[in-house]
Structures are given as structure tokens and as C-alpha cells.
């Protein structure tokens, strides 16, 4: 039997009612192996390895065959008037709904991905204005990754595809029926011969079966539906946007290759290929996808694309039916690529054939940048391409190789992301995934910490999990719910994850701290050259990223009211606020040590009031004498750089730091490479050689780009007014800029902050929204530089209600 599932929805007249409902699939597999299976390298190598060429050892394969995607139908006839009809899904891994041979709605890739043994989404679609007398439903089911059984390991699979659906019809005579999966539907195999979301798809135009989904089809010929086995019992409507295909992408160049032709779509980018081709019938067309290619530019390089752990090429076949020109895009996979190698043409394809769609979480765009130095624009386009890119239901590490939701990730690029996309309903979704994969992972074999159940994974969805959370990737599960409270004045996530994180300070503080030190983790991860170069002790950045913590749950345990554990709290991070500075801090130099330690240490108000300008003056010195000028942060220690130098008086050295484009710096990736997402991590490559195989689209590294927002446009939240009810404006006016536009939408309404420098005159336009206000911090200026519409002020620090001002300094 189908176990029941509970009445579920958001409010009571909207509810779902599943009982009639039951899991239908068909496991009948009459592909041939040549098409439905693909061969993946037996052996793969060390994480650590940043070059690799395969050896005849690494290259014996073994043949592995996905599950088989299906078609599923039910024709039905309605006789009396409709009042509204709704549609309620859950297909797995992914889904297409059909009604009347139409797809119904715009979503892609539906439903998100979750850890599926403990919730699965299902989603609503509006059918009234589609229903006719005579109807017919369909589904088409892929793999997603619900059914990856290829890449990392056939481990990773939950099932074979199914899908659960329930059509509530309402009459105008106030009358009801319900439409509902059950064994009455039919079944047949679908043109997809080889879907996984990792390796691609495999399509046979030749297999489509034409007006399958229509009510005149004749099925009589199919085989009956599977019941099968409930994934889960906790059904959840979907709440995070959904996945869309956004904008497209055309192709800048067709480049000749030593098989076929290469497709340059002029950035890296996440989606896929839509193709328009004319060929005979049978023909096979071979798309391989990759981010760089070889150095002689005749075929690409797919090593950063993940293929030492995949076990294959990101690759998309469509065979041909040969009746006119075909126009083809997948459905069940996605890629993360800037060029496509295409085989299989019978002449030189143009570029008007081929249609790059990026696909993403369809979330809302609230913030913008712009200056008036060209590459300091390319750093803000280069880091929210890489945000963009990794948004897939989940905030991902790379859209190709892993596709893994790491918490430290998460966590370092959570500012930035929340500055220029509405991140509210993703934060919720990451805190719920969390909360899946508490207690499921084995301790770190590396780490001497002990399991808890308390303590989630490294990952926080699916079941490539990476053992469990080390503590500096563990804080995501409290700074999360604290950033998305902070930026979106959201209580409810803070409400709904407060059991969740009370337990992973309660394992920190019972079994992972000493006197005040957590002695490990994963530490300043990826600098420049690889985490052989990282000059911070994880202890420096794991006690940090505890007492981050601990200070944010004292804010938020006043939040909910709990005075004794506010107080708990906050005497907790003083002790671990004096450890830390007894611990890392040198008297001496006034240094933790390296630029990480100093600015996260300044980051995170770990510096007592008295040392902070000495530690930000041996920070500049770090970066201008002992590394000549270059920055040596990796992901925790470049989070905070630019505006901790901003703010301490070291803007020069952020301008130096930006106007460089030798290795290592962000302009020897956006300018001399031409790279349009951030690289795992910088490495002084050579143009004429390969390069590494690590990825080259990762937003962790985006974090830096809070900066754009938070300094040179100034806009900051005020930690006690969430939501931007209350916030601070202290920009940097960057030597060198003429002008500076910077946007955010927050929840109160847009806030603009936009400067223009005529000679040494600075002329600041403000617009504050409604039901809100804003502290005006210029430390570096007196009061009698400043002028607010053309009056002097009292102090450099004012505060100023809604409305538009102008602020002019000299």
C-alpha cells in the first residue's frame, strides 16, 4: 500500500487532500545500452590535485545506465461549467506537466531539489481557463537528482522516477471532483534515452509520439502505470521561486575544431543549448560542454567541469528525425559552460541556429552597481554572473562539478547575495535543509570533534553530504537565519531554525571549544595558488566565525524574548572574545598575523577599540610590503578586505588593489584572462598552457562584492532595526572614481545612494524610502565640509528621514 499523506497547503480552504492519491511510475526498460547507458572513468584522483592527466589505469571505464525517463496519461471529460480547477504536482526526481498538448506553465527543472527521504515539494498550476469538454493530463518524468545514479557514485540515487497528482475541479453548481494519479493511468517510454543531471541528455526525435498528451490520443496500446513506494511522507508545497528559463544568451563566435565546430557563448553561464538543425533522418548530433578550451583552441577542455569526479563530459545527443528544421533544448539537465563542442553537422553551422538560455531560480533582482571605472564594473558583473549562475533551487559551489549546497559557501557570499537578489524565500529553504541533514553525516575523519546529532553536514541537501559540518561550516546554520532576519527582517526563519541553532552552539560549546578556542577546521579556504599558500590557522577563523555567532544569537534570543539566554550569550562571546585576542593577537606588531586575521578580526569586532586603527594600518602594510601590493585572503579574509581597508582610512590600497591585473589580483582574472565568473581560485596561469582543472565558477567567491554596496555605495543594515526600518549610509568616495550609482531595493522600498566627484568637490545624491531612516556616518570629513540641501550640519554624523537629499562635502 501507498502510505497517506497528510492534508497539506497554506491555509485551510487551499489545502491539498492526497488520500485518493497514489505514487505512479513504469520501470519497463526498452532502450537500447548504446543509448541509455554511458561509460564513466573507473578511477578518479585525489581532491587535492590541482592538474591531472588521466593514465591508461584511470581510464577503464565502467558502463552505467540512468533510469528510464516515462510518459504518463489520463484522458477524462467534464459535463458541467467550471468554477476553477487546480492542479497539484510533486514529480521526481524532475517533472513536465502536460494538459491538452500543451506544457502547463513556464517552470523548468520542477520541483526543487531537497533531501527527498525527509520532504518533497510539490507545486500548484492554475488549469481552469485550459479545461475543455474532453481532456487529457500528462506527465513526462526525468532523473534529477532524485534518480542520479551515475555521477560520484550509483550511491547517491533515492528511486526511479514517479510523480503524485491530484486535479481538484470546482463547478458552478458548488459541486467538486478530483482527477488523481492512480493505476487507471497509462505508460510508455519517452524520446529521452539517457537523462542524468550531471551528464546531460540523450534525445530521440525519431521516438516522439505525436498528440500523446491530447484526449484523442489512442492509448490503448500502452502499458498500464506502477504503483510505487512513497519517497516520503512529508509533502510540502514549494515556496522558493521557481526555476525559469531567464534570459537568452546568443553566441558570440563558431570557432572550426578538430571534430565539428565550437559554439562561444561569451561567458560562462549556467543552462543549456536550444539547437535549430536540418539534417537527415538518424542523424546524431553530439554537444559537449565546457568552461575553457584546449591551447590551440580546437577542442575544449573539460577537466574544470568536474569530470575527474563525474566520470564523464557534461554532453547532450539529439538524434534527428529529418522532417525540416528541428529545434531541440533538454529538459531533465542543465550545464555550466561557456563553449559548446557540436559534431555531427553536415555543414558550418551560423550563429542564428543556436540559442543559450540561462537558467536559473527565477528570484528578483534588487540591487545595482555602477562606476565610472570600467574594470571595477567588471569585478561587481564578474560576481553576480557567479551568484547568478550557482542559484538552482539551492545556492550551489558550481554549476557543473559538485552542484553541492557547502555551508561555508553559503555563508561567505550571503551579504552579497542578499544586496542584489530577494534571497528571502532561498535563506528559508537553506535553513529547512539544514535542519534534514542534522545528526545524518559521520564525524570528519580529519577532525579530532566527535559526532553529535546536533551538528548537520557539510552540505546541507541531498545525499552527498561530505561528513559532517566542520565548526566554521557549521556557523551557517546560525548566520543564515541571522542575515536573512537581518536584511529581510525576517522572524519567522529565526523562529522556525531557533532549536536548530540553540543545538549547534550547544555542541560548539560542550565538545568543540577549548577555554574559548576551537582548534580546527577547514580554515581561509582557496587564496591565491591553492590552500597550500593559506597563511591563517583555521583555529584564527573558527573562533571568529563562533563568536560571530554567539553575538548574533544574543540578538536574536532577545528577539524571541529570552532574556536569560541573551545574557548566556553575550557572556559567552566575551570569553571567547578575550580567548581569541589572547590566543592570536601580537602586541608587539599589533597583527593576528596575515590579512585574513586582521580583517576578519575587524570584520567580526574582535579587536578591542584602542588597537582597531593600528591593526587596519599593519593590515595595509601586510598587503603593500610584505605581499608587494597583492592580496593573499582566501574566502573568509576577502569577504570583509576592501571595506575594512575603506573604513580605516586605507582606501588607496583598495584602489591599488583593484587597478592591478598582475597575478594575483581580480583584474589578472576579469582582464587578462577574460574569465566572466570568479575561479575556485586564482592561480598564475599560463595562457598558453591548460588550465587547472578546479572550477572557474564558484560565488563563494563573490563575497567581496558586499563592498560595492556596503562601502563605496555605503548602505549598511543596522543590526537592531532589521529589515532596514533603520540603517547606516557611509560610503567611500574611491580616489580615482568620477561617479558612483548604487541601488538597493530593501523591504522598506529603494534606497539610492549616488556620488559624483567634480575636482575635490563631492556631490552626494541620497533617496530614503518610506518608513525608514538613515544615520549618515562621514568620519573622515568635519562638519563644516558638509552641507545637506545647501545647509551646513552640526556633525558628521546625522541622521535623515524618508525623502531625496543632497550632500555636498568639500
Not at 541509455?36 to 591531472?52: H, Y
Not at 533531501?115 to 481552469?128: C, G, N
Not at 537558467?359 to 534588487?366: A, K, N
Not at 557539510?458 to 566554521?472: E, H
Request: charged share 25%; net charge neutral; aromatic share 12%.
Amino acid at each position: 500500500m501507498v502510505p497517506s499523506l497528510k492534508t497539506l497547503g497554506q491555509s485551510k480552504e487551499n489545502s491539498i487532500s492526497w488520500n485518493q492519491a497514489k505514487w505512479i511510475g513504469y520501470t519497463e526498460d526498452n532502450r537500447l545500452e548504446n543509448w541509455a547507458a554511458r561509460d564513466l572513468m573507473r578511477n578518479q584522483p585525489p581532491m587535492d590535485i590541482n592538474t591531472w592527466e588521466p593514465t591508461e589505469k584511470d581510464l577503464k571505464v565502467v558502463r552505467r545506465k540512468t533510469h528510464p525517463s516515462v510518459l504518463l496519461r489520463k484522458s477524462f471529460s467534464i459535463e458541467k461549467e467550471i468554477a476553477s480547477a487546480e492542479v497539484a504536482i510533486c514529480g521526481l526526481g524532475l517533472y513536465e506537466l502536460y494538459l491538452n498538448g500543451s506544457k502547463v506553465g513556464d517552470r523548468v527543472l520542477d520541483p526543487a531539489q531537497t533531501s527527498y527521504e525527509k520532504r518533497a515539494f510539490f507545486v500548484r498550476h492554475d488549469v481552469t481557463k485550459t479545461l475543455k469538454e474532453n481532456n487529457s493530463l500528462g506527465i513526462m518524468l526525468g532523473n534529477g537528482f532524485y534518480g542520479q545514479n551515475m555521477a560520484f557514485s550509483p550511491k547517491l540515487v533515492y528511486g526511479k522516477p514517479l510523480a503524485l497528482m491530484v486535479l481538484n475541479i470546482s463547478y458552478a453548481d458548488s459541486t467538486k471532483e478530483s482527477i488523481v494519479t492512480d493505476e487507471s493511468w497509462k505508460a510508455h517510454s519517452s524520446p529521452i534515452l539517457f537523462d542524468n543531471i550531471y551528464l546531460g541528455e540523450t534525445y530521440d526525435a525519431r521516438k516522439e509520439i505525436e498528440d500523446w498528451s491530447k484526449s484523442a490520443f489512442n492509448d490503448t496500446s500502452w502499458d498500464t502505470v506502477e504503483l510505487m513506494d512513497a519517497p516520503t511522507g512529508n509533502l510540502l508545497e514549494q515556496q522558493l521561486e521557481p526555476m525559469r528559463k531567464i534570459r537568452k544568451v546568443d553566441p558570440v563566435a563558431i570557432l572550426p575544431a578538430e571534430k565539428g565546430w565550437i559554439i562561444d557563448m561569451g561567458k560562462n553561464m549556467t543552462g543549456w543549448l536550444q539547437i535549430n538543425v536540418e539534417e537527415k533522418e538518424g542523424t546524431e548530433i553530439k554537444m559537449r560542454f565546457s568552461e575553457h578550451l584546449m591551447p590551440d583552441k580546437r577542442s575544449i577542455d573539460p577537466a574544470s567541469t568536474g569530470i575527474h569526479v563525474t566520470g564523464n563530459t557534461q554532453t547532450d545527443i539529439y538524434i534527428c528525425k529529418g522532417d525540416g528544421v528541428e529545434t531541440w533544448e533538454p529538459r531533465f539537465t542543465y550545464h555550466g559552460y561557456q563553449y559548446v563542442q557540436i559534431e555531427g553537422l553536415k555543414n558550418k553551422p551560423k550563429l542564428d541556429q543556436f540559442t543559450g538560455w540561462l537558467v536559473r531560480s527565477d528570484i528578483e533582482r534588487i540591487g545595482t552597481f555602477k562606476c565610472s571605472d570600467e574594470l571595477i564594473n567588471s569585478f561587481y558583473d564578474v560576481s553576480m554572473l557567479t551568484i547568478e549562475d550557482n542559484l538552482q533551487g539551492l545556492l550551489s559551489d558550481c554549476p557543473h562539478r559538485e552542484r553541492c549546497a557547502w555551508m561555508g559557501d553559503a555563508y561567505v557570499v550571503a551579504e552579497a547575495a542578499s544586496f542584489n537578489f530577494n534571497l528571502e524565500r532561498l535563506w528559508q529553504k537553506t535553513a529547512d535543509d539544514m535542519q534534514t541533514v542534522l545528526g545524518v553525516s559521520k564525524a570528519h575523519f580529519r577532525d579530532p570533534f566527535p559526532y553529535d546529532k546536533r551538528a548537520p553536514s557539510n552540505v546541507s541537501v541531498g545525499k552527498r553530504l561530505n561528513l559532517q559540518a566542520r565548526p566554521d561550516w557549521g556557523a551557517a546554520t546560525v548566520m543564515i537565519p541571522y542575515f536573512s532576519y537581518i536584511y529581510y527582517g525576517n522572524t519567522s526563519i529565526v523562529k522556525k531554525s531557533w532549536n536548530m541553532m540553540e543545538g549547534w552552539m550547544g555542541y560548539l560549546d560542550e565538545k568543540v571549544q577549548e577555554d574559548g578556542v576551537i582548534n580546527g577546521g577547514y580554515g581561509d579556504w582557496c587564496p591565491p595558488g591553492g590552500n597550500p599558500n593559506m597563511d591563517t590557522p583555521p583555529a584564527l577563523t573558527s573562533t571568529a566565525l563562533y563568536y560571530q555567532s554567539l553575538v548574533a544569537m544574543e540578538k536574536m534570543a532577545v528577539l524571541l524574548g529570552e532574556k536569560d539566554n541573551a545574557s548566556i550569550y553575550k557572556q559567552r562571546a566575551n570569553t571567547v572574545k578575550k580567548a581569541f585576542n589572547t590566543r592570536f593577537f601580537n602586541n608587539e606588531t599589533n597583527s593576528y598575523g596575515s590579512q585574513t586575521g586582521n580583517a576578519f578580526a575587524l570584520y567580526a569586532n574582535l579587536v578591542s577599540d584602542d588597537k582597531k586603527q593600528w591593526v587596519a594600518n599593519h593590515l595595509s602594510d601586510l598587503i603593500m610590503n610584505d605581499k608587494k601590493g597583492h592580496f593573499s585572503t582566501g574566502i573568509f579574509g576577502h569577504r570583509p578586505l576592501y571595506t575594512i581597508l575603506n573604513d580605516y582610512g586605507h582606501s588607496k590600497v583598495t584602489k591599488h588593489l583593484w587597478g592591478i591585473t598582475d597575478y594575483p589580483s581580480l583584474g589578472f582574472v576579469t582582464k587578462e584572462h577574460n574569465l566572466t565568473t570568479w575561479p575556485e581560485h586564482i592561480a598564475n596561469w599560463d595562457k598558453r598552457k591548460r588550465y587547472h582543472r578546479n572550477s572557474f565558477n564558484h560565488p563563494m567567491n563573490s563575497g567581496f562584492s558586499a563592498s560595492f554596496h556596503e562601502s563605496l555605495g555605503g548602505i549598511r543594515p543596522n543590526e537592531n532595526h532589521p529589515g532596514f526600518q533603520k540603517f547606516y549610509l557611509k560610503p567611500t568616495f574611491l580616489e580615482g572614481l568620477k561617479w558612483c550609482d548604487v541601488a538597493y531595493k530593501s523591504p522598506q522600498g529603494e534606497i539610492k545612494s549616488n556620488w559624483k566627484r567634480n575636482k575635490s568637490k563631492i556631490s552626494w545624491s541620497i533617496v530614503i524610502p518610506e518608513n525608514s531612516s538613515a544615520l549618515v556616518q562621514l568620519p573622515a570629513y568635519e562638519s563644516k565640509q558638509i552641507k545637506l540641501n545647501k545647509k551646513k550640519v552640526k556633525s558628521n554624523t546625522f541622521e535623515l528621514t524618508t525623502g531625496s537629499y543632497i550632500i555636498n562635502i568639500q
